[in-house]
């Protein structure tokens, strides 16, 4: 299977950084590349003071990836690309090898018994904190704007 290169939105003339990275599906691999994709973001200064809101929202969208996507399996990998536009904020884009999933058959974790779960948070936490989210490629590609 060949994986597209992903699509930016954004003019790759006018990006300050862009960070393309590849990380097995482990957990362990996980805070690590959140760390250097962040201190990307931190440098560049793009989405000044919505640190915290891009490093949770990475987080998860990562730990998905990892989970869902590769099965905690290392064999398997994980895309993640992000890019800084001074005038548009940041981008990133995370992809894995899984099936995919319907984004909107996913309950909302803060109505009914999903209350009480002990996972699912993770798709709704990532749509609360960043400004835009899509999912291309049957769902095994999310998209991630924060202005």
């Not at 362990?28 to 919505?50: F, L």
Request: with cysteine; proline share 7%.
């Amino acid at each position: 299977m060949t994986l597209e290169q992903p699509r930016f939105e954004f003019d790759p003339k006018t990006l300050t950084s862009r960070v393309d990275l590849t990380i097995p599906g482990e957990v362990s691999a996980i805070a690590p590349t959140v760390e250097k994709i962040m201190a990307n973001v931190r440098e560049m200064g793009c989405a000044a003071g919505k640190e915290f809101e891009i490093e949770l929202a990475l987080t998860e969208a990562l730990a998905n990836a990892v989970v869902h996507g590769c099965e905690h399996d290392p064999g398997k990998s994980v895309q993640v690309c992000a890019g800084c536009d001074p005038a548009r904020g940041i981008l990133i884009v995370v992809r894995d090898p899984g099936p995919g999933f319907d984004p909107s058959q996913v309950p909302s974790p803060v109505v009914g018994e999903q209350v009480y779960a002990e996972g699912g948070r993770g798709i709704y936490l990532i749509n609360q904190l960043m400004d835009d989210v899509w999912y291309e490629r049957g769902g095994t590609e999310i998209r991630m704007l924060k202005r």
